[in-house]
């Protein structure tokens, strides 16, 4: 089983809004990742988060907010966020804590900032 | 920094017509891996290729890793209508630190 999952599948907020996605694998990765993707672009990464520690923040605007509860749960709180935000936010996942690792992505949520 | 240069960047084609796309770059890659996108979906793991010369098949796709390990290939044989989407390559770069992605190859197959 490969299978990380993701919810909302949609989200709609305001600008003054605060919502969070959720990522959940259970595979025992010990590495799960956020992505960002406009449409028609590769994924772009935005958090890395090994053996539950924050290890990569690609300079990401601090109204996005990780969270990795444990080792099989990732959080993305969102706060202020701008309508050039919106895009698809991918979830991700690999067995070890090395990005080197082959990575599962979930299906995604969709964003839309009004 | 490394770049991963992935071609075509769109291909139309017919039902039952095989299909070619490739990814190279200047630096030598590890691994090489290739996803699949749908509209609306998160990228579906296709192949992961580990060692160079390494040649992979899953169903009708067949990927290599280049003896040089600076390229890889995607074909895909006789194509179907449920083939349409978008192929990423994608490596780990040098340091271990971020996985690069190709820009995509969008494929088209018409009925």
């Known amino acids: 089983d490969t299978e990380v999952t993701q919810t909302p599948k949609h989200l709609v907020m305001g600008m003054t809004n605060k919502k969070s996605l959720k990522c959940e694998q259970h595979?025992?990765?010990?590495?799960m990742y956020w992505y960002k993707q406009k449409a028609k672009k590769p994924p772009e990464l935005m958090f890395v988060?090994?053996?539950?520690?924050?290890?990569i923040n690609e300079s990401v605007p601090s109204r996005f907010s990780p969270e990795c509860p444990n080792s099989s749960l990732l959080n993305l709180h969102l706060h202020a966020l701008q309508p050039e935000d919106s895009a698809l936010y991918l979830c991700?996942?690999?067995?070890?804590?090395?990005?080197?690792?082959?990575?599962?992505f979930g299906p995604g949520t969709r964003l839309t900032v009004l | 920094g490394q770049q991963l240069n992935q071609s075509p960047q769109s291909m139309f084609i017919q039902e039952g017509e095989d299909v070619s796309m490739n990814c190279t770059s200047s630096?030598?890659?590890?691994?090489w891996l290739w996803y699949k996108q749908e509209p609306g979906e998160g990228p579906v793991l296709l192949i992961a290729?580990?060692?160079?010369?390494e040649l992979t098949s899953n169903g009708r796709l067949t990927a290599q890793f280049g003896i040089t390990r600076k390229d890889s290939f995607l074909n895909i044989s006789a194509s179907i209508p449920s083939d349409v989407g978008i192929y990423f390559c994608?490596?780990?770069?040098?340091?271990?630190?971020?996985?690069?992605f190709g820009k995509g190859t969008t494929l088209s197959v018409s009925s």
């Open positions: 991700a996942s690999s067995q070890g804590g090395g990005l080197g690792d082959t990575q599962y």
């Open positions: 595979m025992g990765h010990r590495a």
């Open positions: 988060y090994s053996y539950e520690k924050l290890s």
């Open positions: 630096s030598i890659f590890n691994t």
């Open positions: 290729l580990y060692k160079a010369g």
């Open positions: 994608a490596g780990p770069n040098q340091a271990g630190t971020a996985l690069i």
